[in-house]
């Protein structure tokens, strides 16, 4: 079944981590066995997941998934974790401020 999943994994980034916003609580079936409660394992998760997309698509991509998501405040919420320099986060509003539809 795993397989299943490897050769059909999509290549973008974004697509990768949409599951991961699209439910208060995603489970996390990997980290169950770590001792850690379900809501730290999804924030370590997204967390990783978001750094993934900043390293790969940069600001643009982090913009892209919350435009993809059904909960896109915890976009937001792992956004703020990642304790970005000043810099990026106000390159991130700009760009949030200036797709914003008429």
């Given amino acids: 079944m795993k397989w299943i999943l490897i050769k059909y994994k999509p290549d973008n980034s974004v697509l990768q981590a949409t599951w991961l916003f699209d439910d208060w609580m995603p489970d996390i079936p990997e980290r169950k066995g770590e001792g850690k409660y379900n809501s730290e394992a999804i924030a370590e998760v997204r ?28 976009v937001g919420f792992t956004l703020q974790a990642l304790a970005l320099p000043l810099e990026r986060l106000l390159e991130a509003f700009q760009q949030a401020i200036n797709n914003v539809p008429d």
Avoid: W, Y
Wanted: aromatic share 0%.
């Fill in 47 to 74: 967390l990783a997941a978001l750094r993934t997309i900043l390293e790969s698509r940069g600001i643009a991509g982090v913009l892209e998934l919350a435009g993809q998501v059904k909960l896109p405040q915890h």
